[in-house]
């Protein structure tokens, strides 16, 4: 029944949570994309003493799940005042994501031929201005999933905003989804259709997305 969706279309409280979830979303993908390259090109291109000890450890950040920090977190949290607050979410996420991040950028940047790299200098380029001109572009690919990955997984989080949020105003879509629940119990159609809508801007922005990765790896490869 279109009833249901259009209920919870013009409902101020869904789209609230949907500009709650799109902020922390974009500032968590903006954070790790950016820190998770400038930290992949140090661990491909530059040598320095323990370098794969500190890729190790970023791997090993795989493996730590975020319920264990959940706790050290919220202390943390509280004592920087950061509490029901959208980047007391948004910087602990992008802090999670930033393993996973490195794992799929830094083999990526360490494939480009060091010759381009040689070239760029050899043009008077600095090291800086090869990882912002050169570099990035050539890895546009990777740092398209990286940004899918991250966004998705910011976008369907719920722990994190479990824990910092306790103001209905700061809710995400996750969490607007589990009070929509409690509010609506014995309406579960309306639920249903709540649910639907919620992750419709998830999907949008997974296919957008990988329309992209597919044009920038046919591009590669063809050049």
Known sequence: MWRNYTTVLFSPAFWRFVGNSALIAVVATVATVGFGSMASFALSRIEFKGREALFTLFTVGLLFPIGVASLPLYLLLQRIHMLDNPFGVAIPQAAFSLS????ILRPFMRAIP???EDA?????A???????RILLP???????????LVFVYSWNNYLLAYIVFTSPQHFTLPLGVATFQTQYSQDTARIFAFTALS???ALGFFVLAERRIVAELSGSLKN
């Open 100 to 103: 996973i991040a490195i794992v």
């Open 114 to 116: 060091a010759e381009i």
């Open 120 to 124: 760029a200098v050899a043009d008077g």
């Open 126 to 132: 600095t090291r800086l201005t090869f990882f912002v």
């Open 138 to 148: 050539l890895c546009r690919p990777a740092l398209v999933t990286v940004a899918i």
């Open 199 to 201: 992750m419709v801007p």
